[in-house]
Every structure is written in structure tokens, then in C-alpha cells.
């Protein structure tokens, strides 16, 4: 159960699971004072009259705290069953939550609660820590972990917990040891004590990554890659002859960086960062040409099924009246037919090669590739990018393609290691899509819209959200959008697609394809669309739920549409009770089309973790570090990192033998024992 909730195994991991915040009993506020301005706030006092208010969707658990100066109203929406089977009415509770209005009523949602007894009312700071509802549900609560972990501290010392860091980083940056910062993140004795732990496990923390990430850095510079020495007839036939418009300066200006970059006879590893639509393809095309102009093949991969093939369509289109060999390589693609492709990719005869990860399968050999492009990844983690190829000998030079505009402290940590290219124009004469926010009300006339410009000869895509957690449910509203939306456009009229992700690939695939050839006007689909994309005739995008999507991701949608030369719209429909906040991040997207000042915004409001699953996947996971917040701290393991990876390459230095291990966890050998 704590495996696969939280991830705990050992007793370490216990160590490791660090408390988010610290409940001080010392800071208790009187009901009385409670009002719609406070923000957190921590209360004591009775329980009564629990009762389920509402129905079906609305329904919720509703009871009331009181003391001798007041009451407040507490609410669950969610697991509301068993906090009645738990909570018992006239017994004394101490509560944490943050204060809500609703219906001109106070309330806190989902507080954490608990009984107050001689163990909840020590005071002083109580560690709280992460937890999930269904730990919860099992009685591992709060208190639980904390026991745990402080029966753990009574059975170790100072030596279980060695130093790991060299002494003179410990110095230089003023660190505290690490037995006491794991002990005191637990159990801070005083708040500064706190502090000092805190900051010594967020630097430890983002040293490692940055670590990682200089070595990779390191070794990427000394890389000997193939040389690309001259531009040939492909590169400026094409330029001169088939280019289907002007390059705009800032495609210029990275194939050039590129250019220089691949004529080193070091291995390139280039990001090439473009808002959506700022033309990545075209770049990547060219690139491709160059290795070719130097006897070598290319390949472009892409994150799913989709986006290679419809690459594959516009980069066959392209390079269509130059004669050249382009292959699309996909796991779709059966026994027979692929048997050639792998001939063609080993004997050179296909020049170049799209496709999926089936182009790195141990089975595909090129040639001689030159050139590998990923396009849009935020997928592939730091060190899983440069494993990529390693099997060939002089591994090839990389480009890798983002949309996602990433803020500068967020690439020091996805893509620290790679050298970055900016294309920071737009080609000209794109008109702006037109953005609205519309609510559930609007429905009606938001469809008349949509119909209106569909009879204009336009297509529209409706998307609904489809997070993890929420996946039955959304599943089920989306079936349901479905049949709405069949109502809404009648089947003797028009013809209506849907794409998720639970359809198989083949019936996906056919899907996207009756949208992009025009035979369906109306795309029904989850957020599986939303990269890359590209079908010019859409013009609408309507996204269903907005409130529930990342800043980032309504961005990447909206980027569907606006592609042709037609006025494009984006409507975010939204709930007509949105909260403030929710709000304003709606009206961040309302407002502007520039993607940076997006993810940012996104950023700053979120957390990376949820944008883009940096806590929760890929190669780092960030237990205690905000790579917001944490700047100041990014900057200076990313010097430290630097200078230590300068100095000792490989970490061969005695001293370093305990961060080697550090950054490598995988192949280390635990002493620690397993929980049962
Ligand atoms: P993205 O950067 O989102 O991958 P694409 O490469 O798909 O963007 O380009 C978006 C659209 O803009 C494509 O239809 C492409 O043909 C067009 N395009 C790219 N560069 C230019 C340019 N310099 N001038 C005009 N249109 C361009
Ligand atoms: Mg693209």
C-alpha cells in the first residue's frame, strides 16, 4: 500500500518522505475571528450535526465546528462515506484548511481534521506529510508516519546517515550535516532549525540534478560527432527552387547556429524552442538536407502515431519534386512491409526516415544516420534522450524540437544540458485567434457559432479534459460530450470524428484522418491532440472544461487552430463558479497569444510539477525543491555542479564516491531494510 501510493519500500524511502508543511498547535485561531479574508488557518473546537447535503453531482458532507466564539461549516465533496463513518458528532476536532466563501457562508473544504487528544494537542511543530485519500481511508494517517518515522530516529544515529556532500561545498554554502537536516525536516526542534534542513535538502537535491546534467553537458562537448562540411545541391535546391515561402530571420538564424554547430566534428545536442506555429518543421527539414548534402541519412521522431505520420505527409510533400527516399517507420507498420524499410535504413537507399519510437527498437540499423530530430518532447527525460543512439558508434548529432516555451529555471533542469536555438518569430501575415471565455450558460449560442462556421466551410475541434486521476469519470463525460455534440451537429448534416487514447492505434489513426482530409468537420477528442497537430482548415477550437487544463496545455490546443488563412477562434467553455484564481489563469490565456509569457504565468501559478510532470516522471523527481521558488538555489548547485564536473569528470575522487552514488541510485545497493 505505501509502495504504490507513495512510493515507499525501505526505511529510507521513509527518511525520504519529507513532511510538506508543519502544523504549529502554538497558532490556533478562535472561530469568532475567522472571515472571508483569512487564508489558512488552524481551529479547535466540537463537531456537530453532520449531515449529506444535495444530490447526485452535489452532493456533499456537511458539519459544523464550533467554539465558545463561533461556528463554521466544514464540507467534503470527495470520500465524504467514510469521514461520516470516522467523525463523531460532539467530540473535539483540531482542524487545518484554507477559508471559502460559499452561498455568503464561510467554510473550509476538505480540511485535514483530527481528534484532539493528548497527542494532537502537543505543541509545538507536528510534521504533516503527504498522504493519499486512500491511505487515509486505510486509518495511515498524519500521525502514522509520524510515529513511524520518529521510532526510526530513536533506532539510529548520526553514522546511518552519513555525509554525502565534499566538505568545502558544506562550507562554501554554509550547509548544515545531513543527519541533522533529515532529522530536523521531521522533527524541527525550532523554526529556524527547520529552515536551515530545509534548504540543505533542496540544495542536495538540485546539486544532484545538476549534476547529472553537467556530466551529460561534459560529455556531450567532447563527443566527437560527424562533420558536416559543406552545404550541397539538396540544401540550396531546395532553398532556391521548392521552398514554398520566405524563411523568416529567425529560421535563418537557427539553421545557421545549426550549421555552425554540425560542422565542428563534435556531436551537436541542440533545443530548437519555437512557440507553436513559428515553423520548427521547416528547420528540421533543412537540417536534414544538410546531412544528407554530407552523404549521411536523418530521422525524425515523434511522440505518437499521428504527429509521424502526419509529418511524414508534409515532409514528403515538401521534398516531393527532389526525388529524395522518405520512409514513415511505425509500430503499426507489419512484417512484410517493414522487413523493406529496415533493408532500405541498412543499405542507405532511404535517405530519411520519420516515425515513432519504433526507430530506436534494437532492430533498426541505419546506414550511416547523421541526424536525429525529436520533435515536441517534453517526454523523454535528461539522460533517456542520450541513450538514444548510443548504440552507433559516433552517436548522431541530436535536434530536439520543443513548442513548450520553457522558462529559463525549468530548461536549467529539462534541458540544461543541451545548447538552445530560439525561433522568436511568427511568419507573417498570421492573423491572432480571437480567445473568449464562455460559460456553460452560453452553450446554445457558442454551437450556432461553431455550426456558422463550419456551413463557411471550416472544420472544429471540441476537446475534454482527461487527467489520471479523474480518468473513469472523464471517460464517461467525454462519451457523453459525444452524444451531446451529435445533437448538437445532426448526422444528416454533418460528420463527426472522435480520437482518445483508449482507442486502438488503427482506429485512432482513422479517425484523425477523416478530420484531416476534410470527410469529418467536427473532431471530438481528449488532449491526445494536443501536440503538433496540423490540419489548416480548422478554425475553431472549443475546449470543454477549460478550468480543469494547465495554462500551457490550452495554449498547445489553441495552436491547432490558426493555421490557415482563416480567422481562428478559441472558446474556453468554463464552469459559470469559477473561482478567482481560476480566473485570472483563464484570462492569462484570454489575453495573450505569446507562449512564453504563458508558461510563466503558468508556472508561477502551478508549480512545474503538475505542468510538466517533472515531479512526477522523467528523470527527476523533486521531493523538496520548487524549481520556482528555488531560483537562488538552482543557480548556485548549477555553478557548484559545474565547477566539481570541471575538476573531476568522472567523480573519481575518493571524496565524490558518495554523490557518484547519488546520481546513479539505481545501481546502488541498499543497507536499508524493506517495510512490510
Ligand atoms: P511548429 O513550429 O508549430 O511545428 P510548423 O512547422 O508546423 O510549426 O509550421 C506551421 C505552419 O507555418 C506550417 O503550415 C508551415 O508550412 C508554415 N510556415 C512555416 N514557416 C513559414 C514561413 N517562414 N512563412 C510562411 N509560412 C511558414
Ligand atoms: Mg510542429
Redesign the pocket.
Known sequence: MLRTELEISTFEDLLYHYPYRYSDRSQVSKIGSVNAQSDQVQLVGTLVNIFDDGEGKRKRLVATLYDDTGRIELIWFQGAQWMKKTLKEHERYIVYGRVSTFNGNINIAHPEIEPLNAETAVAGLQPVYPTTEKLRARGISNRSFAKLTQALFEKIGQGDIPEILPANIITQYKLCNRYNAIRWVHFPDSVEHEQVARYRLKWEELFASQLTIAQLRMKHHIQPGWKFEKVGDYFNDFYNKHLP????NA?KRVLKEIRVDTATGKQMNRLVQ?D???????VAVMSMLLAMDNGFQACMMAPTEILAQQHFQSISKLLKPMNINVTLLTGSIKSKERKEILAGLADGSIAIAVGTHALIEESVQFKNLGLAVIDEQHRFGVGQRARLWSKNETAPHILVMT?TPIPRTLAMTLYGDLDVSTIDEL?PGRQEIKTVNRTDIHRARVMEFIRKEIDKGRQAYIVYPLIEESEKMDYESLMAGYEQVKIWFPEHKYRIAMVHGRQEAGERQRNMERFAKGEAQVLVATTVIEV?V?V?NASVMLIESAERFGLSQLHQLR?RVG?GAEQSYCILLTSNKLGLDTLRRINVVVSTNNGFKIAEEDLSMRGPGDLYGTRQSGEFKFKIADIVTDVAILEQTRNAALQLITEDPGLRNPQHMALRELILPKTRQSHWGKIS
Open positions: 515561402f520566405q524563411l523568416t529560421q519555437g507553436v506555429g513559428s515553423g520548427k518543421t521547416i513548442a511568419p503538433g496540423d489548416p495552436g493555421r
